[in-house]
């Protein structure tokens, strides 16, 4: 039976004003002396307060020019504090901040907002460029409402139409599909298998999980938040935040909780998506909708190694991403299997409880020095987030500013480069800056250098945030590194290929996500009977990473090529990616269009220009997640993140086939 029984009246309701729900961390009144005032500024990222105090108070003194930050890097490529500042410089910029703060609080009360031309001012100081290119891409993470808010409204556009979206899965990707869809008045409905949001921060729960990307750029430009406790927060915090967006912006009203796709069919004769829905007691429903969102990403499905004897093994066998707490780990012999990010996480946070832990590395990873990656923000850095107008929204910006190139420079191939391990002169400078930095962590047991410098260049596989703490956990002596590859699993232990039997008593793969198997487990079958997994035949490609010719209406976010290797941030890409589909919905309703899909050759031209610039990164031809079976770079995002912006601004007319009334070039 088909049905749309899902609860429509609950999905229909337009979102809350965005007015109503700004700032997302209310600004307090200052009230503190001129002596706790400068011990506060001396914790700032000094840039972003100069800023954001000079648009406060209308002061365009406090961003001088001969202060406008170098963006200089440090040995490792990454960005100095204060954009390369000299201790001269920032005790000026701490003079000028104090100006601000005291004008702040001598005169409290409503300001007029900042001019065009005060925000202008103010972008040309945190990026050092013209900014003409970059003003749109901006913007919106700085106004003080929601500049990515949709412009239009069903019931003004096409209000007799009935149109339904179905999206799946409440993560980062999904939260934001909600809200915008809510904003535009467009019916939507969300489906989640788990019985909370959260998505990959709900299953991936083992002790350890935290960001490693910077916590300002990895929120919403909706949903700002200036209270973060740590740069790089901790699953609990995460997962926190996604639940206050949902309930702030009234979202759970649009999803139905414990409840997975089994099948997805277009049905070409009406136009729409007919969808099998399984709820957690088994029972089925199919359901139909004009467009569906598949959000499930990348780093989704668990990939567990497919090991002669790992049914035979008799203890307790847990994915990173399906943790168990009722498992005991305390004084007990347990394996890590992997040497990628949650392994760099959980093997620190269980190594101080075990009897003995078997880390078996397959490939060493490289690692950022990053000394403060477990530090909480300073308390004086807070209360400036707390009390000074937009600072939190331009210390984000700023963020997101070092993001938008990021670490692409040191990872561009050289074509004349010809020395191993390296892809240019500029990446062998990374290269030998990082094995100095190894080098000094493992003092203690020097016979381990050798097993962690990986032979690939840096870059080429994910790059992971290094303070130390994975280095002392080698060292411990109850932990053993193991780079002998496993052969066989037996009852009571691992077996590696130099013939040792390693006893251990439970088992945690760290072996990461099938992230080139995009919707997998998930029956998709779209125009003529083509079925997506056949269509791809190994090899996942996406128009604009989004769209697959002969499945009309069907969206991706998370999608192929975007997962970020050396820049910007995941949050910023769901974003673009939201933006792309309510465009696309827009276009739809704005010109009775019934169905869009992009043509074969719009697909392959963009995955022509996306192979090349692949190409032209470390992690061409270097076997890791960010290659598919078939060798080719399909996971990874190769450009900056301005180019994904603009790309996803809205569908280029000519690149696509519509069903119903053409739309008109927009």
């Known amino acids: 039976m088909i049905t749309n029984s899902i609860d429509t009246a609950a999905v229909a309701g337009d979102a809350a004003s965005s007015s109503e729900r700004y700032p997302f961390t209310p600004i307090e009144p200052i009230a503190a002396s001129d002596a706790e005032l400068a011990a506060f500024v001396a914790q700032a990222e000094l840039p972003a307060l100069l800023v954001a105090l000079a648009l406060a108070t209308h002061d365009p003194g406090l961003l001088p020019n001969h202060l406008t930050p170098p963006h200089t890097k440090g040995e490792n490529w990454v960005p100095l504090p204060h954009g390369g500042w000299n201790d001269e410089q920032q005790a000026e910029a701490r003079e000028l901040a104090l100006r601000g703060l005291r004008a702040l609080r001598d005169a409290p009360g409503p300001t007029d907002s900042p001019t065009a031309a005060e925000f202008d001012t103010a972008m040309r100081f945190v990026i050092a460029k013209d900014i003409d290119a970059y003003r749109r891409y901006l913007l919106r993470e700085v106004e003080n409402e929601d500049p990515g808010a949709p412009d239009w409204h069903k019931s003004t556009l096409a209000p007799d139409r009935d149109f339904t979206v179905l999206v799946i899965g409440t993560g980062v990707s999904g939260i934001a599909l909600l809200h915008r869809f809510a904003q535009a008045g467009v019916e939507v409905i969300a489906v989640e298998k788990e019985s909370e949001v959260g998505g990959t921060w709900w299953n991936n729960r083992y002790p350890g999980c935290r960001l490693d990307t910077n916590n300002y750029a990895y929120s919403y430009s909706f949903a700002r938040k200036g209270d973060w406790p740590q740069q790089f927060s901790r699953q609990p915090e995460i997962l926190d935040y996604l639940v206050e967006v949902t309930e702030r912006f009234d979202l759970r009203r649009f999803i139905r909780f414990e409840t997975e796709v089994v099948r997805m069919a277009y049905d070409t004769q009406d136009d729409v998506w007919e969808v099998l829905l399984r709820s957690a007691d088994g029972s089925e429903q199919t359901v139909r909708a004009d467009v569906v969102v598949p959000t499930i990403g990348q780093l989704n499905t668990p990939k567990i190694p497919d090991v002669e004897g790992r049914d035979t093994f008799v203890g307790p066998q847990l994915h990173t991403a399906r943790w168990d707490d009722a498992v005991e780990f305390a004084g007990r012999r347990i394996a890590v299997i992997g040497s990628g990010a949650s392994a760099f996480q959980v093997g620190p946070a269980l190594a101080p409880i075990v009897e003995h ?11 950022m020095p990053t000394p403060a990656y477990y530090a909480d923000v300073p308390e004086g850095m807070l209360w400036l987030l707390r009390h000074v107008p937009g600072y939190a929204d331009w210390f984000r910006l700023w963020q997101l500013w070092q993001a938008t190139e990021g670490r692409l420079p040191s990872v561009t191939r050289d074509p004349e480069w010809t020395t191993p391990g390296s892809v240019s002169a500029v990446n062998q400078d990374l290269r030998e800056a990082l094995i100095r930095n190894i080098t000094a962590q493992y003092t203690r047991r020097p016979e381990l250098i050798e097993k962690v410098i990986p032979p690939y260049p840096p870059g080429a596989k994910r790059m992971l945030r290094d303070n130390g703490v994975w280095a002392r956990t080698l060292q411990r002596d109850n932990v053993e590194l193991v780079d002998s590859e496993i052969v066989r699993m037996e009852p009571t232990g691992i077996r590696t290929a130099d013939g040792v039997l390693h006893e251990v008593d439970a088992i945690v793969y760290a072996t990461g996500f099938r992230a080139d198997e995009h919707l997998y487990g998930v029956e998709v079958i779209g125009r003529d009977g083509t079925d997506i997994h056949d269509y791809w035949n190994g090899d996942t490609k996406a128009y604009n990473t989004i769209m697959v010719p002969l499945f009309p209406n069907l969206f991706l976010t998370s999608g192929p090529n975007t997962a970020i290797a050396a820049n ?26 019934k169905s869009l899909e992009p043509t074969q050759e719009a697909l392959d031209r963009f995955i022509a220009e996306i192979d090349a610039a692949n190409e032209l990164r470390a992690w061409a031809g270097v076997r890791g997640w960010y290659l598919n079976k078939k060798g080719r770079a399909s996971q990874t995002w190769p450009h900056d993140m301005r180019a994904y912006f603009e790309m996803t601004r809205g569908p280029i007319v000519e690149d696509f086939r519509f069903n119903g009334t053409a739309a008109s070039d927009r």
Not at 360 to 367: I, K, L, V
Not at 572 to 582: G, I, K, P, W
Request: hydrophobic letters at 45%.
């Open 568 to 593: 910007g941030s995941g949050t910023y890409m769901a974003e673009c990616a939201a933006d792309f589909t309510l465009e696309c919905v827009h276009v739809l309703l704005e010109n009775g269009a």
């Open 357 to 367: 832990m078997t880390l078996f590395q397959r490939t060493a990873p490289w690692g």
